[in-house]
């Protein structure tokens, strides 16, 4: 691990860092979307993903980076909103519906999207492989007040051969 991650894990922590990160968020959503995926802000590090959802009211395509853990042939999201009171949209959209698109690395894949329990074994192994990439996820979750919503995105088997489409979840 670089420097840079170990300072941007340890910075994370912080209320005012995380007060700046819906700037952060959008600057990086720009940079994602125009690299389809292959640049972040953040780096590699991290595991950047864009989450694409439909808006549960517009109806519109609506686009958001996120850190990802991969984890039993899918992908662990979760609704942090930087430790705000409120839920972040993306996870509301993705209640209304569970179809999404993923893009990681510039390849893009279609998911389906489970709201996972708010106790119990299973949150607590993907929690903590969450917190294992940004340990700020516990503060966030402090200060919430709320329970942070985690979601496990499964690949979407392609019907035309069987497979799920975009060879899966890259190794964290």
């Known amino acids: 691990m670089g420097w840079y991650v170990r ?8 209320r005012w860092v995380a007060a700046l990160g819906p700037r952060i968020v959008a600057a990086d959503r720009k940079l994602q979307v125009r690299t389809r995926g292959r640049r972040s802000l953040m780096g590699r590090s991290f595991n950047p993903m864009l989450l694409t959802t439909t808006g549960r009211r517009s109806g ?7 850190i990802y853990a991969a984890v039993d042939g ?19 959209n993705l209640l209304a519906e569970p179809a999404a698109t993923i893009s990681i690395d510039g390849r893009e ?3 389906r999207a489970r709201l996972v329990e708010d106790q119990g074994p299973e949150r607590d192994r993907l929690w903590a492989a969450m917190t294992a990439l940004w340990p700020a996820y516990d503060e966030y979750a402090g200060r919430a007040g709320r329970p942070i919503r985690l979601f496990l995105l499964a690949p979407v ?6 497979a799920a489409n975009g060879g899966g979840p890259k190794p964290t």
Do not use: C, I, M
Not at 7 to 14: A, E, H, N, V
Not at 60 to 66: A, Q
Not at 157 to 162: R, V
């Open 7 to 14: 300072t941007f894990k340890r910075l994370g922590r912080l």
């Open 60 to 66: 519109e395509p609506r686009v958001s980076p996120l």
């Open 74 to 92: 899918g992908y662990v999201v979760a609704g942090t909103n930087f430790g705000q009171r409120h839920h972040p949209a993306w996870s509301g």
């Open 109 to 111: 894949t279609a998911v």
């Open 157 to 162: 088997a392609d019907e035309a051969n069987g």
